[in-house]
């Protein structure tokens, strides 16, 4: 005696849905076997304020230590960030050093988007996150590097401020575009501006 397994019909809403999404009707004996992908993840950090930073490097940091491929496309203020922290003026003409005047470059030089009230809100979250025992940007942002993130400068953004990769910190990646980070996300990074 021969016993052969029929498959349950399937139902026919779902049918119906798939059939008007151009999808093939569900097979839920392949829907299990196959296991989720995670995508790279783009973050884009366009800003220098200190608790969009602190974010940056939080996912970024996170994202590299669960194995997560990530990104970071650092550009316009946010690539502030990434000046060494003992430069003071960077750029080539007096417009370029006279913005690293007004806003000091170096991520252990952010200031607050609120509040930053002379540069006493940034020290009591500093002071804060060391009683909880939280790891400042500058520290995630080491994390983030030995966990393998990428951090990408925006070559456009290095012109119009007048950095060199002399002036950045290591570990950089090479200066790209905006058709660059176009591509990744067409490619299927997700993309997070911060």
Not at 70 to 97: A, S, Y
Not at 141 to 147: C, G, R, V, W, Y
Not at 182 to 187: C, K, P
Request: charged share 20%; glycine share 8%; net charge negative.
């Amino acid at each position: 005696m021969t016993m052969t397994a029929e498959r349950p019909a399937p139902d026919p809403v779902q049918a119906a849905i798939a059939d008007v999404e151009g999808l093939t009707s569900p097979d839920p004996a392949t829907d299990a076997a196959e296991p989720a992908k995670l995508h790279d993840i783009l973050l884009i950090n366009y800003s220098g304020e200190l608790e969009k930073v602190w974010a940056t490097m939080l996912l970024a940091s996170t994202a590299g230590a669960m194995q997560v491929p990530c990104r970071v496309f650092v550009t316009f203020w946010g690539l502030q960030n990434f000046v060494k922290d003992e430069k003071r003026i960077t750029g080539k003409n007096w417009m370029q050093k006279m913005l690293a005047m007004m806003s000091r470059p170096g991520i252990s030089h952010r200031p607050l988007s609120k509040m930053n009230f002379m540069g006493m809100g940034p020290w009591m979250m500093g002071t804060l996150a060391r009683q909880q025992k939280n790891a400042s940007p500058k520290e995630l942002l080491q994390i983030a590097q030995e966990m393998g993130v990428e951090f990408i400068p925006c070559q456009m953004t290095m012109d119009m401020f007048g950095l060199t990769r002399d002036d950045l910190i290591e570990g950089m990646g090479e200066p790209v575009g905006a058709a660059t980070v176009i591509g990744l996300m067409s490619e299927g990074s997700s993309p997070l501006f911060i």
